[in-house]
């Protein structure tokens, strides 16, 4: 089962996948593994039953409205989703309110979720060192590995091409100086008698 469907059946919160995060993290820090790789699907922010409420407001609102410096609009929001808009990071919130597709829709594919989730596992370790409940360092990177591996088989493929090419290209090379040797060595031959 896909971790998106598991993350919408169970109707997970933003703040569910955030501790989950932070826990392992811990964990193993407790075990003494600071290093970790989390891998996070392309689009997980979609499925959070929470933000699904959240963009489709969000989209009403600016399909209707301007949004305002000030932040009147947010009244427009139900309480949920205002102090969840509220509790991203500010450079999601500004994602959520960038320019919409043809349709209207958020472009989630703009949405740095695997940044935002650093960013709230950071606040959550602080929150954990200052209590006393964190020693570790915690250092997150965001990679967008999805395509790299995508073309990895291509040039894998494309890089064994090209080495049998080479060993093709080196054969003919090989024959054609042979045959330029013969050449040479009749043509010689040809010119003593």
């Known amino acids: 089962m896909s971790s998106f469907v598991k993350v919408a059946e169970k109707k997970e919160t933003l703040k569910n996948v955030t501790d989950y995060i932070t826990n392992v993290v ?13 891998l996070i699907p392309e689009g997980l922010i979609d499925f959070i039953p929470e933000i ?4 489709a407001k969000l989209n009403e609102i600016l399909a209707h409205d301007v949004i305002d410096e000030a932040g009147a609009w947010k009244s427009k929001l139900e309480p949920a989703s205002r102090e969840l808009f509220d509790f991203l990071p500010k450079t999601i919130q500004e994602q959520l309110l960038l320019e ?4 209207g829709n958020v472009q989630v594919a703009k949405i740095e979720t695997k940044k935002m989730l650093i960013a709230m596992v950071e606040t959550k370790l602080e929150k954990r060192r200052a209590a006393g409940k ?3 360092h915690f250092r997150g990177q965001s990679l967008d590995a999805g395509y790299m591996y995508d073309c990895m088989y291509t040039s894998n493929v494309l890089t064994e091409k090209n080495s049998l090419l080479s060993e093709e290209l080196e054969k003919c090379q090989t024959q054609l100086a042979a045959a330029t040797a013969e050449l040479e060595k009749s043509k010689g031959d040809h010119l003593d008698q």
Request: hydrophobic share 30%; aromatic share 12%; with cysteine.
């Open 134 to 136: 964190y020693s570790a």
């Open 52 to 55: 699904q409420n959240l963009i």
């Open 26 to 38: 811990c964990k193993r820090a407790e075990l003494g593994y600071n290093y970790g790789v989390v």
């Open 100 to 103: 919409r597709d043809p349709h």
